[in-house]
């Protein structure tokens, strides 16, 4: 079955989100295999960001990102990865849609990087290779 790479970001775990945030991905039908709270260090981040390297908002998010607690996690079931792309909404949470993470949870705060809750995988490929980082030999 199919596997994608849950991330809840530094600001929804200091904003207490964490619970609300994995019950809609669990009453979503989704089985969640691991989850780990941890704070992620610049070399984990760049792997995870490689994509990303030299736009402009790349090193505010790594910045961000190791701010301070992330809760990693893998969840299964058939076409999770796009159906974990509709439950969180669009990367900006001021256009996402009410009923997504990001719509009814997420706002913008005015800084460099759009503080977004979430991220999840968007292919088979980036989901195996970002499950690999963070947890290894899963
Ligand atoms: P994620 O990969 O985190 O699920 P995404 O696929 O919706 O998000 P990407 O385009 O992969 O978005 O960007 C990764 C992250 O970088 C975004 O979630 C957001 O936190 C930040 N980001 C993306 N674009 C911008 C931007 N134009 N300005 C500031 N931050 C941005």
Sequence with gaps: ???????????????GLVGEILRRVEAKGYTLTSVELRTADDDLLAAHY????????????????????????IAEGNRVIEGF??????????????GTVRGDLGRDWGLK?????????DSVESAEREIGLWFPGR
């Design 85 to 98: 792309r509709a439950l969180a909404g669009a990367t900006d949470p001021t256009a996402a849609l009410p």
């Design 1 to 15: 079955t199919e596997r994608t790479l849950i991330l809840i970001k530094p600001d929804g775990v200091r904003r």
């Design 50 to 73: 490689a994509e990303h390297e030299g736009k402009p908002f790349y090193a505010p998010l790594v910045e961000f990102m190791g701010s301070g607690p992330v809760l990693a996690a």
């Design 113 to 121: 990087v759009q503080q977004n809750l979430v991220h999840g995988s």
